[in-house]
């Protein structure tokens, strides 16, 4: 079986070199999968040498104009040559056992969608943490049966490529919001598709942020919220009573992981996640806004 790895990348060579560095670090066999890098409108446009990860997989560069990272994922399906297509993004760096773990789990349950966990890189960097103690909790909220979870982020998920194919991959409408991932999941949960979450399938995440990188990146998100809200109207998927009720939860879900801190990192992550709970709103309520103004046309 071949699985085809799918990195969007948008002006950041680096830590790409870095993502595919660890791709090349896999317990899978070499020339069990292939890396397919989606250069999403790079200036300069992406230049790799191939050869520095020869004999570990077989690389391909797709170049396109930017899209945003659902457009590029889309692209580099298509381009894919593997039965099974896994995503991580190119400030990730996989733990050595990443794709045999979650491959293995995709064998097992074949028509799933499969995801991972992740974890903070950078742990100087306290914008970081909070971001990913959010997701964490999202997930101990949102995944608290694996068998039967609800949300993956986009950087550790795999499934078949028929399977991605027939859902119509990621909306290519939220290319300036995010949200895609959750938009996606929803869509593959409503066609009777089930999600499994791996815990152990590893990711580390070097997304460094700092207070403004920090407050874009949640108002952003909250502008993704109120599109994937309103877009599940439209097909009736359902309402924000699982989301409100994940805010509900929040102050118990955060309790039970309090302890891995010490007192003055909590009280710098209270200050975050304030702010992330203003950002968040505040973008919810600009898409609002600016969606009635457009007579409420999703476009």
Known sequence: MLASVVIPTHDRPEALGRCLDA???????????????????SSPALVLEAERWAGKFRLSVVRQDNTGPAGARNRGVVAAQGE???FTDDDCLPEPDWLEIILAAWRENPEALVGGSTYNGLSG???AETSNFILDLVYAHFNASPEEAYFFASNNIAC???AY???GGFDISFCCWGGEDRDFCD???AAGRTLRWVPGARIEHRHGQSLGKFVRLHFRYGQGAYIYQAKRRQRGAGTMQADLAFHGAFPRLMCRQWGRYRWPRRLGLLRNLAIWHLANAAGFAREAWRFRGKGGRLD
Do not use: K, S, Y
Not at 27 to 37: D, K, L, N, Q, S
């Open 84 to 86: 099974v297509v896994v």
């Open 187 to 189: 869509r593959w949960r």
């Open 23 to 41: 791709l090349g670090r896999q317990t899978v066999e070499a020339g069990w999968f292939e890396v397919v890098v989606v250069d999403d409108g």
């Open 160 to 162: 078949g490529r028929q």
């Open 165 to 167: 194919l027939e859902q």
């Open 125 to 127: 960097d306290l914008f």
